[in-house]
Nanobody
Framework: VQLQASGGGLVQPGGSLRLSCTASGFTGLTFDDYAIGWFRQAPGKEREGVAFISTSGGAMRYAESAKGRFTISRDNTPNTVYLQMNSLKPEDTAVYYC????????????????????WGQGTQVTVSS
């Protein structure tokens, strides 16, 4: 399974970006067997889970830092998950990674990065004036 994250860039404080994560290479299992998480890591900081979505997209979970500003969604037809980020702040600057976790229950959304099976390569988000 391969995950491809895209959509990062340089944006001014208060601006918006939409990240995409497209998955491919499934054998046996399918995209909707996996919960998806977005994580980020800033220089000198630990990796942080930002947003998570269940296999069907019916349930979402956000870090406190993302609540009210970020929205995670998924479209299982083109195997893509999105992270809409609004009201961006300089502290949102980081490399953002998407990850897929095979789950046994459709509502599961693991928060622990160690529970994720596949990772994308990351996309840089820089919030600066």
């Amino acid at each position: 399974v391969q995950l491809q994250a895209s959509g990062g860039g340089l944006v001014q404080p208060g601006g918006s970006l939409r990240l995409s994560c497209t998955a491919s290479g499934f054998t046996g299992l399918t995209f909707d067997d996996y919960a998806i998480g977005w994580f980020r890591q800033a220089p000198g900081k630990e990796r942080e889970g930002v947003a998570f979505i269940s296999t069907s997209g019916g349930a979402m979970r956000y870090a406190e830092s993302a609540k009210g500003r970020f929205t995670i969604s998924r479209d299982n037809t083109p195997n893509t998950v999105y992270l809409q980020m609004n009201s961006l702040k300089p502290e949102d600057t980081a490399v953002y990674y998407c990850a897929a976790a095979w789950v046994t229950l459709k509502t599961m959304m693991p928060r622990d990065a160690d529970e994720y099976d596949y990772w994308g390569q990351g996309t840089q988000v820089t919030v600066s004036s």
